[in-house]
């Protein structure tokens, strides 16, 4: 069994954004893919989880990224899993590009659920125990709780429809990205790019249901932004998330 997986990816035009850069749901998309992949190698992919009807669901994760690559440019992708504890799967990402420096870092964490209870599993229900990568961390830190140090404004409202949602039947964890990076104008995206982000997925969100995304700054530290969707009809939290921005440039006020 390969303790690390490594894959080959270019970017597509479908991949990025007007800045001609890769967008970071789709980043996403590459470390979910990757996931899903190296699992089945590992002998605890979809297909074998769902004979007793359990699935993977993603819970938490950061990014980090030095650079974006651009349009045309191939990345290479290495993940691998950590030992799991009694509940969580953590798995690291490291993102190279063709002169293998690395230029994005991610830790994710995920768990295992019923499919027709929606409760959590314990991890030994797949009683699997994972090869040694050998590595340090991608990133030195613990996935934890995310809270906003001061108010929240609302953006928009979004309903979620039959192009969010994947084989789980909900929202799917990159679609979570577009939703938090639409809180911010053309302009903010032209001036400013998200140098690291922390998502915790804490409730799923079904199609039908309407999310308010709120944002707010953290006055403290600088660069901070915080993004949360609630659920409008149970008033429960979706997700939370914090940002740290830096600007491409300067700009003169």
Not at 88 to 98: A, S, T
Not at 145 to 168: F, W
Not at 187 to 203: G, R
Request: glycine share 4%; charged share 30%.
């Amino acid at each position: 069994m390969e303790a690390i997986y490594r894959k080959k990816h270019t970017v597509h035009i479908s991949d990025v954004d007007f800045s001609r850069k890769l967008k970071l749901s789709t980043m996403f998309v590459y470390f979910q893919d990757m996931a899903t992949e190296h699992a089945e190698k590992l002998g605890v992919g979809r297909d074998v989880l769902l004979k007793d009807n359990l699935i993977w669901v993603l819970a938490s994760v950061r990014a980090d990224i030095e650079r974006y690559p651009v349009w045309n440019e191939n990345i290479f992708v290495e993940t691998w899993p950590l030992q799991p504890d009694k509940i969580n799967f953590e798995r690291d990402f490291l993102v190279y590009d063709e002169n293998n420096d690395i230029i994005a870092r991610a830790v994710t964490n995920w768990v295992i659920i019923d499919m027709n209870s929606r409760r959590l599993k314990r991890s030994k229900v797949i009683n699997s125990e994972f090869p040694e990568a050998g590595r340090e961390r991608s990133i030195d830190c613990s996935l934890g709780r995310i809270n906003a140090s001061g108010s929240m404004s609302e953006v928009y409202r979004k309903t979620v429809g039959y192009s969010d949602i994947d084989m789980n039947e909900h929202l799917n964890n990159s679609k979570y990205l577009d939703y938090i990076m639409d809180c911010f104008t053309i302009e903010n995206h032209k001036n400013y790019f998200t140098k690291s982000i922390e998502v915790n997925y804490i409730h799923e969100a079904l199609p039908g249901d309407t999310i308010i995304l709120s944002k707010g700054i953290d006055e403290v530290n600088d660069g901070t932004v915080y993004v949360e969707g609630i659920n409008e009809s149970s008033n429960s939290a979706v997700f939370k998330s914090r940002l740290k921005v830096q600007a491409k440039r300067i700009i003169s006020i």
